[in-house]
């Protein structure tokens, strides 16, 4: 029988604490278990060092920590294997639904905003709650459990913030702040710190670093260039809608030419109206842009108003609403006047050429003073500058459609005449 | 013939349970022993399976411990609780149940082919 002596259960229990083993009790069964199969098998003048490498090896598959987790699992998880089959049910279900729900979004087919729920509450709530309570308990140390809980809690809440966005919900602004305030405050400086530390996870903490931050900017750039697009998208919008109004002005200048509209008293009154109508609304949208900018520009100028991106921005509409409405919502003088223009064209497309649904046009037929929307109110109460830009350019060039229909009204009035 | 560890490792909690029910106080390494003895090393009890289970035991209290110093290193003794004892009995008879079953299924299917 081998006698073992102190140095050499020193050097054993160094090697076991060494091997990865945590828990106190476990090294010291393990141990007293080397020990014994020392003392019973090894001759007295065997090679002790020999022997006992060969001995702990057989007592795991790779490495011996493998017990310890093995004691871990069946110690803190009697229900392991249910919540792991949870968890991977949970994890598919949330990964096809949330795809599915993306997919009928952009389809615009119903049962979208359902799917898109049940992916990302099932994945926030049920999902990454188990992945955390499942990995944590394989990580060494309190730092390492720490990560994974902020990790977690992190990749839970910017899955609810984009939920909440989506289903419009209050509160997205307050979690997206706390997630992105979370993940680059806490988690991402102590996860890059933590990996860098460890040379076996250097490489890995750097990648995966640059990776997180690589795509939570991207994410965080489609979101800040929406409005930049809708912006400049709204710029497009306002030239091509002038260039059309301008088509159509010329246009109607022609016919009046064919039909030599200087006998015509009611043609020429047509046009006298019609032009002072629409450079009445070119002047007042020359007059917001240089009220609400504070410029002394002479005609509108898009080109001035992409150069001064400021002025195009979405949340500009403060002081072209204040322009236009008084402060109980009564309709200041400029767009009273407006209105009054295109009552009186009806008046005489209705007296003159016969033509009953003028209004149609400018949809202000349909305004009930009992509703609180009116036409004035639709178009151009708190709307941005550069949207109340266009929706004037429409009317301009509604007016010319308008004209239009009266012009070809009278063009066809001896043929219908003539057919009667 | 030494079983596999996917036969033992369902029946390994019984087979503790047992050993410490007719030995009053066991250690890790006694057990590993007394059973390779007993079943005349066709079962043979790895530390990788052996102490991860004494450890779920002494968690849902089916097991006491005492620790007695052997020189410089701790020995840590094993013995039933009471709740231990009652376990212990419904896991035997269980497996014993179990057995009787699977050789009857076996049987059959033995017949049947």
Known sequence: ?420 | MIYSSELIKGTLKTIVLKLLADNKRMYGYEITQKVKEVTKDKIQITEGALYPTLHALEDEGLVTTESEFIGKRVRKYYSLSAAGKTRTKEKVSELADFMSTMKFLLDIKTKNA
């Open chain 1, 1 to 420: 029988m081998y006698c073992l002596s102190d140095k050499q259960i020193d050097y054993i229990l160094n090697d076991i604490r060494a091997r990865g083993v945590e828990m106190e009790d476990l090294q010291l069964n393990l141990l007293d278990h080397v020990c014994c199969i020392i003392e019973q098998k090894l001759e007295v003048n065997g090679d002790f060092e020999r022997f006992y490498q060969t001995t702990i090896a057989s007592f795991y598959k790779q490495e011996l920590w493998e017990i310890e987790e093995e004691t871990l699992i069946l110690l803190t998880f009697k229900n392991y294997y249910t919540m792991k089959k949870i968890m991977i049910m949970t994890g598919g279900v949330s990964a096809f639904a949330t795809i599915m729900g993306v997919w009928f979004k952009y389809m615009h087919w119903p049962g979208a905003s359902a799917l898109l729920s049940l992916g990302i509450l099932s994945g926030c709530l049920v999902f990454l709650p188990l992945m955390f309570i499942l990995k944590a308990r394989e990580q060494p140390g309190k730092i390492n459990k720490f990560l994974t809980a902020t990790g977690a809690l992190c990749a839970m809440m910017i899955g609810l913030s984009f939920l909440f966005k989506v289903m419009h919900w209050p509160g997205v602004i307050g979690l997206i702040y706390f997630s992105t305030l979370l993940m680059a405050l806490v988690f991402l400086p102590l996860y890059f710190y933590t990996g860098i530390r460890n040379p076996a996870t250097r490489v890995n903490a750097i990648s995966s670093s640059v990776l997180i931050i690589l795509g939570y900017g991207l994410i965080l750039l489609l979101v800040n260039t929406r409005p930049y697009i809708q912006e400049h998208a709204g710029r497009h919008a306002n030239q091509f809608l002038q260039q059309s109004y301008e088509v159509m002005s010329w246009q109607n200048n022609a016919m009046y030419k064919d039909l030599s509209a200087k006998n015509n008293e009611p043609l020429l009154m047509l046009n006298r109206q019609c032009n002072n109508l629409c450079s009445d609304i070119e002047k007042l949208k020359v007059e917001l842009i240089n009220k609400t900018n504070d410029v002394a520009l002479n005609k509108v100028d898009y080109n001035y108003l992409e150069i001064h991106s400021s002025t195009i921005r979405l949340d500009n509409f403060d002081i072209p609403t204040s322009l236009l409405f008084d402060a109980d919502l009564s309709v200041k003088p400029a767009l009273l006047d407006l209105r009054q223009q295109i009552n009186s064209l009806d008046e005489l497309a209705r007296t003159s050429f016969k033509i009953d649904d003028f209004n149609h046009f400018f949809e202000i037929s349909k305004d009930d003073p009992a509703q609180a929307t009116t036409w004035e109110k639709e178009n151009f109460y708190r709307t941005p500058l550069s949207y109340l830009l266009r929706n004037l350019t429409q009317v301009q060039l509604n007016v010319r459609y308008a004209e239009l229909s009266c012009i070809a009204s009278y063009r066809d009035m001896p043929l219908q005449a003539s057919l009667n």
